[in-house]
Every structure is written in C-alpha cells, then in structure tokens.
Nanobody, 125 residues
Framework: QVQLVESGGGLVQAGGSLRLSCGAS????????MGWFRQAPGKEREFVAA????????EYGDSVKDRFTISRINAESAVYLQMNGLKPEDTAVYYC??????????????????WGQGTQVTVSS
C-alpha cells in the first residue's frame, strides 16, 4: 500500500501561481511513477502531468503545457506540481496518484493504483 497526501491548494487570482505537494508513505517511493490529475464539477478526471520514478521523463496534458511543471524528490518521498499562469479553467480538485513503474508513462486514471484525497484549487477571474 501507498498512502498519498496532497497539500498546497487554495484560492488564487488569474495569472497567479501555486505549488502543490504530495507526500507518500508506505512502499519505496522510487518504485513508483507519479501523476497529477484534476477533476472539475461535472467533468471527468483529467490528466495533468506525470513523472517517471527517476524524474528523467515527464509528460503534460495539452491544457497545462508550458505553464505547469512536475518534479519529485525521492529522498523526501514527495512529488510537486508548480502551476504558473493559472486560469479560471484550472479550477478543480487536484489529485496525486501513483503506479508501480513499468514501461512508459501513463495518462489514464485507470492506470494508477493509489490516490490521494485531493486538494482544491480555485482560480478567480
């Protein structure tokens, strides 16, 4: 089992920045690829970003490319999401997710085995 806890959400004006954090406990953190997803009311869960177990490869959803950056520090069992240039349409609950690292990075929610409880991000116009 892996336990994930997100933090760092909040209310920010359009154009502002937030940094989300996700702390992991349980299995060795370096065994897992990590992802960030988000879900707005009435919408499906959306892929935001993912990072390989060693941080060497990252991928981003089209709507956040060039604005968001995912990173991780294995020694701290933590993954981060730096969000710049926030827009009202980025408003959602943001979830951290983990999957045992095999093959390529995954962007579908069903590919991830462990999830945090989510943190709310609200961007005002």
């Amino acid at each position: 089992q892996v336990q994930l806890v997100e933090s760092g959400g909040g209310l920010v004006q359009a154009g502002g920045s937030l940094r989300l954090s996700c702390g992991a406990s349980g299995r060795p953190f370096s065994a897992f690829d990590m992802g960030w997803f988000r879900q707005a009311p009435g919408k499906e869960r959306e892929f935001v970003a993912a990072i390989k177990w060693n941080g060497a490869i990252t991928e981003y959803g089209d709507s956040v490319k060039d604005r968001f950056t995912i990173s991780r520090i294995n020694a701290e069992s933590a993954v981060y999401l730096q969000m710049n240039g926030l827009k009202p349409e980025d408003t959602a609950v943001y979830y951290c997710a983990a999957r045992r690292s095999t093959g390529i990075l995954r962007s579908r929610p069903n590919d991830y085995d462990y999830w945090g409880q989510g943190t709310q991000v609200t961007v005002s116009s």
